[in-house]
């Protein structure tokens, strides 16, 4: 490990390495777009943006979606139009490099129905709790002043990554920290969670090529939310006392995404 990152810990690097599962880049060459897509409509698109939504609590049939974009079956648009703003989103990234300005315009894809326009696709000016369903803080993310400075570094570790070679477990290693340390910056109002899953695979796509894009990561986080949510908590309750070294439940779930 030659690079110097300013954010990402590489401690966990060689366990990780020494524990992943050497058939899982054979089931990564396996994989294939479905038959459902055709020129205007990605199946495996709609599996990112419907399972990603749905994790944020989104009430949405995945059926549904797909008679949706595939067939032009209409709903109210209050049932479909945040998915395909995702939607849009993964679209934009399958065609364009992921830097700073690429990842604040699928934010303000991502939020054109959440937030207020002053707010979308930029870092956040107040503090952020993340709150459970009973009023409990859950997690005391990065204070504003804070949030910019974190994410230029991992702004910076992005692309010095980008630009260097990696084994295709190294990939996935830095990918999953990509996602794990976005979500504890927090650097958004809202849409922190769609956005982070979308670099995850983004940055994936970026190193490993278009495979990355059939890879039902986000349907994976979804069907284990609990567990995902488990492990992001593991590392502490304020941002200041993140424990990384506790990271490698998170790590371990990207991986078997590759087994669905």
């Keep these: 490990m030659k690079v110097q990152?300013?954010?990402?810990?590489?401690?966990?690097?060689?366990?990780?390495?020494?524990?992943?599962?050497?058939?899982?880049k054979s089931k990564f060459e396996g994989l294939i777009d479905s038959e459902l897509s055709v020129d205007n409509f990605s199946f495996y698109t709609s599996v990112s943006a419907v399972f990603s939504s749905k994790i944020e609590g989104e009430e949405i049939e995945f059926d549904s979606f797909v008679k949706h974009k595939r067939f032009g079956i209409e709903y109210q648009p209050d049932y479909t139009r945040k998915i395909d703003d995702l939607y849009g989103a993964y679209s934009y990234a399958q065609k364009n490099p992921l830097t700073e300005k690429s990842i604040q315009n699928i934010h303000t894809q991502i939020t054109a129905h959440?937030?207020?326009?002053?707010?979308?696709?930029?870092?956040?000016?107040?503090?952020?709790?993340?709150?459970?369903?009973?009023?409990?803080?859950?997690?005391?993310?990065?204070?504003?002043?804070?949030?910019?400075?974190?994410?230029?570094?991992l702004y910076f570790d992005i692309q010095l990554l980008l630009k260097s070679e990696f084994s295709f477990e190294e990939i996935f290693f830095f990918a999953s920290f990509i996602h794990l340390i976005f979500v504890k910056i927090h650097p958004f109002n809202d849409g922190n969670g769609r956005t982070a899953r979308l670099i995850e695979k983004w940055f994936l796509a970026q190193k490993l090529g278009v495979k990355v894009w059939y890879l039902q990561s986000e349907k994976n986080y979804y069907e284990n939310h609990?567990?995902?949510?488990?492990?992001?908590?593991?590392?502490?309750l304020e941002y200041d006392e993140l424990d990384y070294s506790e990271s490698s439940t998170f790590l371990s779930m990207l991986p078997n995404a590759l087994n669905i």
Excluded: C, H
């Excluded at 000016?125 to 974190?150: C, H, R």
């Design 5 to 24: 990152l300013r954010i990402i810990p590489t401690d966990l690097l060689k366990e990780y390495i020494f524990n992943f599962n050497t058939d899982l």
């Design 226 to 236: 609990q567990a995902y949510y488990k492990s992001i908590r593991k590392l502490g």
């Design 114 to 153: 959440i937030l207020p326009k002053t707010q979308q696709g930029k870092i956040r000016q107040s503090n952020m709790f993340v709150i459970t369903n009973d009023g409990k803080i859950e997690y005391v993310a990065a204070l504003p002043e804070k949030a910019k400075e974190e994410m230029e570094k």
